[in-house]
């Protein structure tokens, strides 16, 4: 069994669903890369979303390395963020 990190991040509510939301966005991102599916027909789709928050919370806290995992996350997030707005001619 893995000893817990004392200088961990804490893995509250807020922190775990931060998290989820970022890898959901760059689960989107690649179905429309992908596939072509607008962000509509994505979410049509979209019970799968339960289901991978269900998955990734434990597998997150299962890691040995919270606060590492969410830091790539947010890295993640930001870059999939100046993408976008790369893409919209957004400053």
Avoid: C, N, S
């Amino acid at each position: 069994m893995t000893e817990p990190d004392h200088g961990a991040e804490t893995l509250d509510v807020p922190t775990a669903q931060e998290a989820v939301l970022t890898v959901m966005r760059l689960f989107r991102a690649l179905e429309r890369v992908d596939t072509g599916l607008t962000a509509q027909q994505y979410r049509i789709l979209k019970r799968a979303d339960a289901a991978y928050a269900d998955w990734l919370g434990p597998l997150l806290g299962a890691t040995g390395d919270t606060a590492g995992v969410l830091e790539a996350l947010r890295g993640l997030d930001a870059a999939m963020e100046e993408r976008r707005r790369a893409r919209k001619g957004v400053a």
